[in-house]
């Protein structure tokens, strides 16, 4: 588990990349990951690798933490610390930088004509998501749900997570 520093700060700068590439989270450039790990640096076994996926994948929380549980099973504490810095600091920075820069220039047109485009495609992916979800089930009380909730969104400004607590208190119940 004693990883020399210059192979650690190799890992945090692929890290640093692989986070450029991430889109779609974390788990979409694991192939690289274990490119790296596994068959370059062979810090990791493919079942050191598996498992730490498999891990992460089970436990509550963020679904990259599973890079957190390589770099630990990799390095330790330093291993753990220079992945998932390494593929949280440029998403993270990119998003607050983006973030930052629309509000200050919220009265431009472009950037008004950006967020008005994308509200449809949230709507549709929300969409999307509750058509795989209640067509799995076979339920139709789900698609009287997601109606619901779609309008509940569209037309009201209550807030999403008491939407999903919404959810949870019919789940228990048993209503879907």
């Not at 192979?7 to 692929?14: D, T």
């Not at 509940?152 to 999903?164: D, P, Q, S, Y």
Request: aromatic residues 10%; positive net charge.
């Amino acid at each position: 588990m004693s990883v020399p520093a210059h192979e650690l700060l190799a890992l945090f700068g692929h890290f640093l990349l692989l986070s450029l590439f991430a889109i779609g989270g974390a788990i979409t450039v694991a192939p690289d990951m274990h490119r790296v790990l596994v068959d370059q640096m062979g810090i990791l076994t493919d079942a050191q690798f598996n498992a730490s996926i498999a891990i992460a994948q089970a436990s509550p929380g963020p679904n990259v933490l599973f890079v957190a549980v390589m770099g630990y099973q990799a390095a330790g504490f330093l291993g753990s610390a220079a992945t998932l810095i390494g593929i949280m600091l440029p998403s993270t920075t990119l998003a607050l930088a983006a973030a930052r820069w629309s509000n200050a220039r919220a009265h431009w047109l472009p950037v008004q004509a950006f967020k008005a485009g994308m509200a449809p495609i949230v709507i549709a992916l929300m969409f999307a998501t509750a058509w795989i979800l209640a067509s799995g089930a076979g339920q139709g009380r789900l698609w009287l749900l997601a109606l619901v909730c779609a309008i509940v969104v569209w037309h009201t400004r209550v807030h999403l997570l008491f939407l999903i607590a919404a959810g949870a208190v019919l789940g228990a119940l048993g209503w879907v």
